[in-house]
């Protein structure tokens, strides 16, 4: 098979003179399906929806549907929809590329699929269309599902905890835990400034809670601090001790936690997580307590 996707979007009989192939996989495909999303790198791309197109071309694998006329045969239209709006819905992306290769890695998951091409355009940044195409085969979604991420355990760090002289000894535990361990903290003692305005606010106070994740992670050299939801998946798969700084996915967040208190924003991770369970732990004492 040819790896220019540009065959994809062209007419039929122009596919198979450049494939060179005398009956090319079946297609399935939705194109020119907009939607108001708000995505991008810029600040003023934050805050405000910008029409966003996709074309989706699906080589399948043949089935009997033809024969049965049974829609569960053959891969629906729907699947492709729902696999644009489930990513869109899960979080607020900076970049086309990644939001095409989550798509493509969804569709790719379904049992019809060979290849998958897509192409994603933003249409109010410019006079003409901005945009990105790639193309994926299965091997995309078969490596990723052999590299599953664990569920981690996630221990949320009072600060009379993080002074205690027994940290170390804690964090000797949580390195020993056949679990992975993701480490939370709240603000630290010293209030955070009022801004007046409710999104400079919760700007604000997450950041308080990095500045405590930073204290933190000065005091033992195991401590990562991370802020995007690649780095908290590799370190769940390596072993490593992270502390989530949590603005950046707070902020990108479509649904974001209820509340910045300690209770909603861990409740939040360990559902982003699928997190096998949790800690809080308040007091120096109870760093003794069995994780």
Known sequence: MTSNNSSAFEPLLARV???GESRP?????????????????FQTERDVTQRVSFSVVVEVAPSAGAETDDVDDILSYDTITEAIATELAAERLNLLETLAERIAVRILREPQPLRVFIRIEKLDRGPGKLGVEIVRDRTVAQALDAAEIPAPLIVHLGNAAIASPWLGAF???CAADPRAVVLMVG??????PHTGEVRSQRWVDLLAM??????LSARDARLKVVATRTELDWGIKNAQLSIWAPTKMVMDAVEGPEALTDR?????LVRELG???TR???????LEDPL
């Open 17 to 19: 003179a450049e494939m």
């Open 25 to 41: 996989a079946d297609r399935i495909s939705v194109r020119d399906h907009v939607v108001a999303v708000e995505i991008g790198a």
């Open 171 to 173: 964090l000797d535990r």
């Open 187 to 192: 603000a630290g003692e010293l209030p955070a």
């Open 210 to 215: 990095e500045q405590n994740a930073c204290l």
């Open 264 to 268: 909603a924003m861990t409740g939040w």
């Open 275 to 277: 997190a096998s369970g």
């Open 280 to 286: 809080f732990i308040d007091t120096a004492n109870g």
